[in-house]
């Protein structure tokens, strides 16, 4: 079993800041790339930001500037540092991990419950 767990999400005013936290569990082998995706009512969901086990970063255009990813292997753990936000970024925004289980063959992608974050105007 793999359990990913998000945190940090809320209600914010524009302008405010984040910072969301997602801590996979469970028989790990190796964790490669990992990432935030976000949902808007009536929207598809979207890629927020990824980073690779190389620590290699790829952003929105949308948020560029103004969020951060990072990750903590120790830990297994993913963090979205949300800076400037705006209410365009309001969404439930969900963690992704590309991963490989103990005793198991092959990569595979798990998500996270997702965790709400509104931003007032």
């Known amino acids: 079993q793999v359990q990913l767990v998000e945190s940090g999400g809320g209600l914010v005013q524009a302008g405010g800041s984040l910072r969301l936290s997602c801590a996979v569990s469970g028989s790990i082998f190796s964790i490669n790339a990992m990432g935030w995706y976000r949902q808007a009512p009536g929207k598809q969901r979207e890629l927020v930001a990824a980073i690779t086990s190389r620590v290699s970063t790829n952003y929105a255009d949308s948020v560029k500037g103004r969020f951060t990813i990072s990750r903590d292997n120790a830990k297994n753990t993913v963090y979205l540092q949300m800076n400037s936000l705006k209410p365009e970024d309001t969404a439930v925004y969900y963690c992704?991990?590309?991963?490989?289980?103990?005793?198991?063959?092959?990569?595979?992608?798990?998500w996270g419950q997702g965790t709400q974050v509104t931003v007032s105007s």
């Open positions: 992704n991990a590309d991963l490989v289980r103990v005793g198991v063959s092959g990569a595979y992608n798990y």
